[in-house]
């Protein structure tokens, strides 16, 4: 199964169905208009080069090789300054505080709190970027995306890894309903796992001050995936239907790529 040919086809994302219901407007924009954005959020692309530089570590591991720290940091660096240097550099737009400069120190010193934080390799690691397809009763196009880590506990287990970089620590709760997460299961028994017990996890590399590195836990019920199959399907029915409703409410609004859109389509004369 490959990522890149999965997505030429049409289906669903776990970003498509996010993106739906945190703001119909939104997704219209960027995925029915498909509108050019006004600028890249540098939190996107730092957060882009952090993934692929674990990526790339976790791949290596697979293949029976460790990098050192040292590496690490040279190809972060490589990488930061390909991503902010080509040919988009005059569309990233840095937040308050933040330059080239600046990220790519914070980005150095993240992988280092990360690589000396981490407890090690507790699991075997089974697959890197896996790929998944699945699909959702009523719903006729594939739910399709890739999961960064699936390992293997001694038990049998298998263990699910999504890597973040937020800015703060996450609350608990907000792991426990994670819409990601669920659907991450969902994939897994779908593609081979139906009969394990999954855990579910994120690793974050948290850009305080002092920068942190935490892992979270957290597993699914059957009636949590009852839950987001129905959402997903109401997700499925608006997209058919054109329903497109903008949340202008939302703290995402501030950095939205979008926005000019947004104000002249709140400008327009309703038919």
Known sequence: MNLSELRKEAHLSISSISTYIDCGLLYRFSRVDCLIPEFKADVL????VIHRILEMYYQGFLEGYKMSLLELSELFQNHWCESVNGNDRANIRFTKGNDYH???EMGINLLTTWYDSRPGELYRLIAVEEPFSFTVPGVPV?????MDLVEEDPSGTIIITDHKTPAKAMAEKDVHINQQLTIYQMAAKA???ASREIMLKFDCLIKTKTPKFQQYY?????NDEQRMIRK?????EGMAKGVFVPN???WKCNNCSYKTACNEWFMQEAA
């Open 232 to 236: 997903i399907q109401s997700v499925w």
């Open 45 to 48: 692309v730092f957060g882009s």
């Open 142 to 146: 594939p739910i399709i995306g890739g």
């Open 218 to 222: 957290t597993t699914r019920s059957e």
């Open 191 to 193: 593609n081979g796992y």
């Open 248 to 250: 202008d409410l939302s």
């Open 102 to 104: 600046s990220l790519l």
